[in-house]
T-cell receptor, first 112, second 114 residues
Framework: GEDVEQSLFLSVREGDSSVINCTYT??????LYWYKQEPGAGLQLLTY?????DMKQDQRLTVLLNKKDKHLSLRIADTQTGDSAIYFC????????????FGQGTTLQVKP | EPEVTQTPSHQVTQMGQEVILRCVPI?????FYWYRQILGQKVEFLVS????????KSEIFDDQFSVERPDGSNFTLKIRSTKLEDSAMYFC????????????FGEGSRLTVL
């Protein structure tokens, strides 16, 4: 079945780049997403990438998609303490109905 | 900026009791969803709802669960007879016809079943 996997924890120093990785199984997924969850808050969409793209850049965020390996990554440049949160990778599946398959989330800790 | 709101933020209930979690989706959205996250586990899809009926549901969404849009603004999730394993954070989400598929999530309702 559909599955999304992420590493659980990443620690970086303020100012460094963070790279959060994700693998997924459904090669027919139309969209892949990165959501951010801050403590006590809901899931906030950070960015998404359409499956026919291999890279998307949005200010400090760069998303790379390797469809062959079913690998998605999120790079945060110049990581700030305010970036500390849980980051979820999710795939839309082929039907794009709004049913998303989430990974277990990567906790990003940014040390000053 | 419009947002999805959920109440209550936290509910504690005894096993076997009925629970209703409430959501107010973004006003011009047509598709509504419930997801849940058991502590330490993945966020899981429960159900999607469109045009006053369930569009899709997961295996988790058994006969103990139901959803309703009782009026033009609220979207509710009812658990008829709660079990210990229903303890989780429940997220409501909404969006408009698929497009990019972006879901707008509420802050969640934490349910604790004792």
């Amino acid at each position: 079945g559909e599955d999304v996997e992420q590493s659980l924890f990443l620690s970086v120093r303020e100012g460094d780049s963070s790279v959060i990785n994700c693998t997924y199984t459904d090669s027919s997924s139309t969209y892949l997403y990165w959501y951010k969850q801050e403590p006590g808050a809901g899931l906030q969409l950070l960015t998404y990438i359409f499956s026919n793209m291999d890279m998307k850049q949005d200010q400090r965020l760069t998303v790379l998609l390797n469809k062959k390996d079913k690998h998605l990554s999120l790079r945060i440049a110049d990581t700030q303490t305010g970036d500390s949160a849980i980051y979820f990778c999710a795939e839309s599946g082929s039907s794009n109905t709004g049913k998303l398959i989430f990974g277990q989330g990567t906790t990003l800790q940014v040390k000053p | 900026e419009p947002e999805v709101t959920q109440t209550p933020s936290h509910q504690v209930t005894q096993m076997g009791q009925e629970v209703i979690l409430r959501c107010v989706p973004i006003s011009n959205h047509l598709y509504f969803y419930w997801y849940r996250q058991i502590l330490g586990q993945k966020v899981e899809f429960l159900v999607s709802f469109y045009n006053n009926e369930i569009s899709e549901k997961s295996e988790i969404f058994d006969d103990q669960f139901s959803v309703e849009r009782p009026d033009g603004s609220n979207f509710t999730l009812k658990i008829r007879s709660t079990k210990l394993e229903d303890s989780a954070m429940y997220f409501c989400a909404s969006n408009n016809p698929p497009g990019t598929g972006e879901l707008f999530f509420g802050e969640g309702s934490r349910l604790t079943v004792l």
